[in-house]
């Protein structure tokens, strides 16, 4: 079974073809960041307008890609949410008007389970169950997964994403957009014994999470700064901040990541979402892995952000586990909020 999956969610174009018995045949995206970054983030908008005019041609170039016809797909899945409902209506609209034009079924997927079953797609493949940290621009959750379907919220942040954390401290910086991969290769030449930042809620005994706190932290160090504006902050200093900033956040992360495998005697930890592309990140928790042995996978790094392939992967294994999933009654409604642990309960 060949299944064009079409993701539109945020400020990504991406459509790929994913057969159950080949695995996944081509994928092709357009990224909308370089647009984006001179409003200094996503303007919604402009997102729809851009998923609209950057579809189709993607689409071709995923069947050119896989020398297949476009009569060779059996069922399109896309984002159905959670997401920007515009960019969300955009991907559902051409995922129902494709389907209904070839005569096959439809399925909406969930963004996040997209992203946790991601690093399905890699060579080296988790089995269930395993702990999931979901770290993206949106969501930082940490989920127990015992397979397809079957995911328990162990905890989640209370106030800003991990990925929006990255964003607004890396804009507080003076670094474009997005700022997480900007802040990241800053921090990479700083001095971590300059500024020690609050690692939030990192006793707190559950596994959620608060990050608002230390971009109000980057804050205050830029305010208190001699030069007070981050513009005359040296390139040395800088560094120093934003490498306190990293180091904060990945403490965390990865704090809460080791617990959640200890409460639950797990052995196997996955990492999705675009935050889950920081070499801090990484560093530190295949260190705490080889400490405290337990395993970590990670998805390829091209699908650590949106893409088209984890969302065709999700619904071919959806429809594996039960090809009634995707129907022939098309028209749609998006979910742009639709919490994980009600990815079961129909939309109203
Ligand atoms: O999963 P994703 O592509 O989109 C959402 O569903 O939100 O995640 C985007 C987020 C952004 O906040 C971006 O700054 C962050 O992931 N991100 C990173 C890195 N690459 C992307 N954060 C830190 N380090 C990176 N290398
Ligand atoms: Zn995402």
Same mark, same amino acid.
């Given at each position: ?11 990504? #174009? ?20 370089? !647009? ?14 851009? *998923? ?9 170039? #995923? +069947? ?18 959670? /997401?920007? =409902? @515009?960019? +969300?209506?955009? /991907? ?21 389970? /997209? ?6 797609? =890699? #060579? ?5 169950? $395993? ?47 997005? /700022? ?9 030449? @700083? ?22 706190? +230390?971009?109000?932290?980057? +804050? ?24 306190? $900033?990293?180091? =904060? ?13 200890? *409460? ?22 295949? =260190?705490? &892995? ?19 392939? !984890?969302?065709?992967?999700? @619904? ?8 009634? &999933? ?23």
């Amino acid at each position: 079974m060949i299944v064009l999956g079409v993701e539109s969610s945020c400020d990504e #174009t991406g459509l790929a073809l994913y057969d159950t018995e080949r695995g996944l045949l081509s994928h092709a995206l357009h990224s909308q960041v370089a !647009m984006h970054e001179e409003y200094g983030g996503v303007v919604p908008e402009l997102a729809s307008r851009d *998923h609209v005019r950057r579809a189709i041609p993607l689409l071709k170039e #995923t +069947l050119a890609r896989a020398d297949l016809p476009m009569s060779a797909i059996d069922a399109i899945a896309y984002t159905q949410g959670p /997401g920007l =409902a @515009g960019a +969300l209506l955009v /991907g559902s609209s051409i995922a129902n008007a494709l389907a209904l034009a070839l005569d096959k079924p439809v399925l909406g997927v969930h963004h996040l389970e /997209g992203h946790l079953l991601s690093p399905l797609l =890699a #060579t080296e493949r988790p089995a269930f169950p $395993f702990i999931a940290l979901l770290v993206s621009g949106g969501h930082t959750q940490l989920m127990r997964v015992d397979g397809v379907g079957k995911y328990t919220l162990l905890g989640e942040t209370l106030d800003d994403a991990a990925g929006e954390a990255f964003d607004k401290s890396a804009k507080l910086l003076g670094l474009g957009y997005p /700022g997480g991969p900007a802040i990241s290769t800053l921090a990479e030449s @700083g001095d971590p014994t300059v500024y020690k930042l609050p690692r939030p809620m990192l006793h707190s005994k559950d596994f959620n999470f608060s990050f608002s706190g +230390l971009k109000t932290a980057v +804050l205050t160090v830029v305010k208190n700064h001699e030069e007070k504006v981050v513009a005359n902050i040296c390139a040395q200093d800088k560094a120093n901040i934003a490498r306190g $900033f990293v180091d =904060a956040i990945v403490d965390v992360l990865t704090a809460k990541c080791v617990s959640a495998l200890r *409460h639950t005697g797990l052995h196997r930890l996955v990492i999705a979402g675009g935050v889950g592309a920081n070499t801090q990140l990484r560093a530190s928790l295949n =260190a705490a &892995a080889a400490k405290k042995n337990f395993k970590v996978y990670y998805p390829e790094l091209e699908f650590c952000t949106d893409n088209g392939a !984890m969302i065709a992967f999700a @619904g071919a294994l959806r429809l594996q586990q039960n090809p009634g &999933a995707a129907k022939r009654e098309y028209g749609f409604n998006v979910r742009p909020r639709w919490p994980l642990d009600q990815i079961d309960t129909p939309a109203t």
